[in-house]
């Protein structure tokens, strides 16, 4: 992974004091990432908190696996997002992700999009729950980008490398 995410993610690690805290850091990442990334703004027109989208549109705020929601542009619908903050090494297990998918599977959902940190391959069961889904997954992980449009997805990486994703680029480094 590039140099610049590793030593923002490090800090992200060294600052949070609790494992929310750490999250929202790169759910703030992540956001700068949908809002910033040239390639990424001809895809999606808005980026909200779950619990901010949910308010605006009259529903339960409650944290139900998506963490943000994008307006997909130019098409009616939107993206949820999940960010999964973890170590290199960690695998991701298919638990890990169901709330995700059961919350997501449901319009005005039209896309999916997993944000993580792994370099580890995700469990196999994880990994066929990506496949053939009726509502487009995309997962974009240090560099890599796995989906039905993964020519179209740029990485958190190449974000970092070009300085659109770094700490300026976040509001702040203290909780939401």
Same mark, same amino acid.
């Given at each position: 992974?590039?140099? !610049?995410?590793?030593?923002?993610?490090? #800090?992200?690690? *060294?600052?949070?004091? =609790?494992?929310?805290? +750490?999250?929202?850091?790169?759910e703030r990442l992540a956001t700068a990432f949908l809002q910033n990334d040239?390639?990424?703004?001809?895809?999606?027109?808005?980026?909200?908190?779950?619990?901010?989208?949910?308010?605006?549109?009259?529903?339960?705020?409650?944290?139900?696996?998506?963490?943000?929601v994008a307006k997909l542009k130019d098409a009616e619908g939107y993206c949820?997002?999940?960010?999964?903050?973890?170590? !290199?090494?960690?695998?991701?297990?298919? #638990?890990?992700? *169901?709330?995700?998918? =059961?919350?997501?599977? +449901?319009?005005?959902?039209?896309?999916?999009?997993?944000?993580?940190?792994?370099?580890?391959?995700?469990?196999?069961?994880?990994?066929?729950?990506?496949?053939?889904?009726?509502?487009?997954?995309?997962?974009?992980?240090?560099?890599?980008?796995?989906?039905?449009?993964?020519?179209?997805?740029?990485?958190?990486?190449?974000?970092?490398?070009r300085g659109t994703a770094g700490a300026s680029a976040i509001p702040s480094?203290?909780?939401?």
């Amino acid at each position: 992974m590039n140099q !610049a995410l590793n030593e923002l993610l490090s #800090s992200f690690r *060294d600052a949070a004091k =609790t494992e929310r805290e +750490k999250g929202a850091y790169f759910e703030r990442l992540a956001t700068a990432f949908l809002q910033n990334d040239p390639l990424q703004t001809t895809q999606y027109e808005g980026v909200w908190t779950y619990s901010d989208w949910a308010q605006q549109q009259g529903i339960d705020r409650r944290d139900t696996g998506i963490d943000l929601v994008a307006k997909l542009k130019d098409a009616e619908g939107y993206c949820a997002i999940q960010c999964k903050f973890y170590e !290199a090494d960690k695998k991701i297990a298919k #638990s890990e992700i *169901d709330s995700f998918f =059961t919350a997501s599977g +449901k319009a005005p959902f039209k896309r999916r999009l997993i944000i993580d940190t792994t370099d580890a391959e995700w469990s196999e069961h994880a990994e066929n729950a990506l496949k053939n889904q009726h509502i487009e997954t995309l997962r974009s992980n240090r560099g890599k980008t796995v989906g039905d449009h993964a020519k179209e997805q740029r990485s958190l990486t190449r974000s970092a490398r070009r300085g659109t994703a770094g700490a300026s680029a976040i509001p702040s480094l203290s909780p939401r």
